[in-house]
């Protein structure tokens, strides 16, 4: 029998327009575009919607490589997989590994000749010294390294750390194990050290602190909020000639005679220094401070100590300062009227829940500082509309302005704030006697991106009406436990600000699935709160899981009609969550398994799920290998494996146990708000433990 014959037939080729018969409306390959301007483009898509990226790349070879030559930061799931990454992504300067709970060395020691300039551990465990010296090793132009909360690093680890000569910026932050021995050593390897972090470093002294200053003589930066320095390194501080940030948070060793010590010593360079909760200081150890740092631009004294007149006559020292924060303060008689009289030029100031603060001090203090752009009187309950009208006539620049709890502020006062301060982008009025007049006339402050009216009964959805109409810019609004808020509402809100990033509708009872859908249009929609909305269901979630990718905290506790379809749409679509809450919902375990494959989940509470057994919480947790911290009943604990808790807490998971009663009936706002005021205690004077 004859064999057939094959005919080869002529390879198939694309075919090109020639150029005399191309067009001028055909576009040019796209391998043909710079990459300076290629990368260009990819940002634009990017700031539009990170997802566009990933669609990018899947369009063609061309497209992948250019994609792959302009990524410049990597965030992967899986430690295992940076290998691979880095291959992918040959252009990486930044690697995040904030989304790995465990990272082992082996996993760092797999890194080779990469042209990282900067990684992030911050929240990651697993590794010790010989990763770090690998990560040295394989990263010469390693210029910045966060290790913030490594509980396990001491001084081996430091002592590797020291290896990157090239380091600019070190966070040692919560690494508790370090001493002065580790601290020696980093600064003898890394002299050209800009910014590093001691915060919580328990076993860091005076002498490390000291060798530090004299051998990294280009540190800009220094956080040791606290540490148990004293008096004995403020000198080798001051000598720092760059030296522009300081902080000094929570430092017991730190007291009038330590600060006297500066008398003879003058910062010229120090710009910001942060000395909140220094519990022994007193007004006389301030006045040391600002006569050694003439130049100041931000100096936080919060939960420091008395304000006194004399405190406020000597800021006249640092005429610069532009911000000064004193929260959790206890003014003394004209304490705030000299600070008023001292630093006109102020930009930023915070008194949130001081004691002793006047409508007649606070209204000749906003008089005389005209530049005033931030101002947070946050909980000072004896003010009234009097101040309100001084603030609004006085700054009418205000860009934010910080008033929850100020109960004796009338609904006629706040009108004032929409009337008077149209550049406000920052509104915090929550627990007010804001009413749908007052919404109406903050409508006039169009450039409005945060709005937070939570606890605020008299709005309506008429009030929220004018803010959709208005403000486009919103990005953030709060309305918690504001009982009149429903449906249409937030439909108002949904359609006139397509920025919305964060809501906040818990305890809003009246609304639905209407209100998700609804909100289900604003695609940068990342954080949703609907806790206690008892009427909303699967129905709603659903939608906000197909048209809220970037979706990535969700608090739906108490929404009992949420069930198993709604997780199998959040995993199905939701791969930007990383936090949720699920308690008391209608959830089993084929939900809870179906929401472990979401590869970047980190924290989940999951307290009184009547459908969940240990088998399928195990299962749960055992499937989704990236959770980093998970709140459970305490009845839970003793049914599940102790071989098998352990596997997961090596993952590098916390586990919380919450030993609540179970409780289902939930209080109109109108009702908790008064319970709430029923139980409200005086503000502490100033000291705060």
Request: charged share 20%; net charge neutral; glycine share 6%.
């Amino acid at each position: 029998m004859a064999m057939p014959t094959h005919t080869h037939l002529p390879k198939r080729r694309r075919l090109s327009p020639s150029p005399a018969t191309a067009t001028a409306t055909e576009v040019a390959p796209l391998d043909s575009l710079a990459d300076e301007l290629l990368f260009l483009v990819l940002d634009r898509v990017a700031a539009a919607d990170p997802r566009a990226l990933k669609s990018f790349a899947l369009a063609s070879r061309a497209c992948r490589d250019a994609e792959s030559r302009h990524r410049r930061v990597l965030r992967p799931y899986r430690a295992d997989l940076l290998r691979a990454a880095l291959a992918r992504y040959p252009s990486a300067a930044r690697l995040d590994l904030t989304l790995c709970p465990r990272v082992p060395d082996s996993a760092l020691s797999s890194l080779s000749s990469a042209p990282l300039r900067a990684v992030d551990l911050s929240r990651s465990r697993g590794f010790g010294a010989p990763g770090l010296a690998a990560l040295a090793a394989a990263c010469p132009g390693l210029a910045d390294l966060d290790l913030s909360n490594g509980l396990d690093l001491g001084d081996a680890a430091a002592a590797e750390v020291a290896r990157a000569r090239g380091l600019r910026r070190l966070s040692l932050s919560r690494c508790k194990p370090v001493t002065d021995m580790g601290l020696g050593c980093v600064a003898v390897g890394c002299p050209d050290l800009r910014e590093i972090a001691l915060n919580w470093c328990l076993g860091i002294t005076d002498l490390g602190v000291r060798f530090l200053a004299l051998k990294c003589k280009k540190l800009a930066s220094l956080n040791l909020s606290y540490t148990m320095i004293s008096k004995d390194c403020l000198p080798a501080i001051m000598k720092l000639p760059n030296l522009e940030v300081l902080s000094l948070v929570g430092c017991v060793g730190i007291d009038d005679d330590a600060l006297a010590t500066l008398e003879n010593e003058c910062s010229k360079s120090l710009q910001v220094l942060d000395m909140s909760n220094c519990q022994n200081v007193t007004d006389e150890g301030v006045s040391s401070v600002v006569k050694a740092m003439p130049n100041l631009l931000e100096l936080n004294l919060s939960y420091c100590c008395h304000v006194t007149p004399s405190m406020g006559k000597c800021f006249q020292m640092i005429p610069k300062l532009q911000t000064l924060k004193l929260e959790g303060s206890k003014f003394m008689a004209d304490g705030l009227k000299y600070i008023g009289i001292s630093c006109v030029s102020l930009r930023e100031l915070s008194l949130s829940k001081c004691s002793g603060v006047t409508d007649t001090d606070l209204s000749f203090v906003v008089s005389r500082l005209k530049n005033l752009l931030k101002l947070d009187i946050t909980c000072n309950r004896n003010i009234t509309d009097v101040s309100l009208a001084a603030i609004t006539s006085s700054c009418p620049s205000l860009v934010s302005l910080k008033m929850e709890s100020c109960s004796h502020v009338s609904s006629e006062g706040l009108r004032l704030i929409g009337k008077r301060c149209s550049h406000l982008e920052e509104l915090d009025i929550t627990d007010s006697d804001l009413d749908d007049e007052g919404l109406k006339a903050l409508s006039g402050c169009s450039k409005l991106s945060s709005l937070k009216i939570g606890i605020c009964m008299k709005i309506s959805d008429e009030g929220l009406m004018h803010i959709g109409k208005s403000c486009p810019e919103l990005r953030d609004i709060d309305l918690y436990r504001s009982g009149a808020i429903s449906d249409e509402g937030v439909t108002q809100i949904a359609q006139g600000c397509p920025m919305l990033e964060s809501i906040n509708l818990s305890y809003c009872t009246e609304i639905t699935d209407l209100s998700l859908a609804a909100l289900s249009k604003c695609a940068k929609l990342n954080t949703l709160e609907i806790r206690g909305c008892s009427s909303v269901s699967s129905v709603g979630l659903s939608e906000i899981a197909t048209g809220c990718r970037l979706l990535a905290k969700l608090d739906i506790k108490k929404c009992f009609a949420i069930n198993d379809v709604g997780m199998l749409f959040l995993s199905q679509f939701s791969h930007s969550l990383r936090q949720i809450n699920l308690s008391y919902c209608s959830v089993t375990d084929i939900g809870l398994l179906s929401l472990s494959s979401i590869c970047g989940l980190q924290s989940m509470t999951i307290v009184h799920l009547a459908g969940i057994t240990p088998n399928g919480l195990m299962a749960a947790l055992m499937v989704c290998g990236g959770l980093k911290k998970v709140k459970l009943h305490t009845a839970f604990r003793s049914m599940m494996p102790p071989h098998m808790l352990k596997v997961v807490e090596a993952r590098g998971c916390i586990f919380q146990w919450i030993d609540k009663p179970f409780q289902v009936e939930q209080e109109r706002c109108d009702i908790w708000k008064q319970q709430s005021q029923d139980v409200l205690v005086p503000l502490p004077s100033y000291r705060i433990i």
